[in-house]
């Protein structure tokens, strides 16, 4: 499977942005898939994923109420929307894939995914 994410920009605080995650090579069904986010200088860090199904999502405690994970297994792509946006948001954006039968105790462990697309970069302005 190969990742394609794409969205990013730059936007004031408190505006809204979707960013995609579209698949190819295999149907994003077959996948848990995650969102991450890295700054210069810093390692990856978990945002929001969603199991295969799309049943089950989760997310980290600086975005929740402000960001939403979704996925159209028909379309092969996966959303994360963000509203509310804060400087803090301020990242390249990764979307990978996981097919790990422990997901629900690794989702964010960027080591349980093994493919990544590229980054999108958000930038926030205050």
């Known amino acids: 499977v190969q990742l394609q994410a794409s969205g990013g920009g730059l936007v004031q605080a408190g505006d809204s942005l979707r960013l995609s995650c579209a698949t190819s090579g295999r149907a994003v069904s077959n996948y848990h898939v995650g969102w991450f986010r890295q700054t210069p200088g810093k390692e990856r860090v978990f945002v929001a994923a969603t199991r295969r199904s799309g049943d089950v999502t989760y997310y980290s405690d600086y975005v929740k109420g402000r960001f939403t994970i979704s996925r159209l297994n028909g379309k092969n792509t996966v959303y994360l929307q963000m509203n509310s946006l804060r400087p803090e948001d301020t990242a390249v954006y990764y979307c990978?894939?996981?097919?790990?039968?422990?997901?629900?105790?690794?989702?964010?462990?960027?080591?349980?995914?093994?493919?990544w697309g590229n980054g999108t970069l958000v930038t926030v302005s205050s």
């Open positions: 990978a894939a996981s097919s790990t039968a422990s997901y629900s105790s690794l989702y964010d462990n960027a080591g349980a995914y093994h493919t």
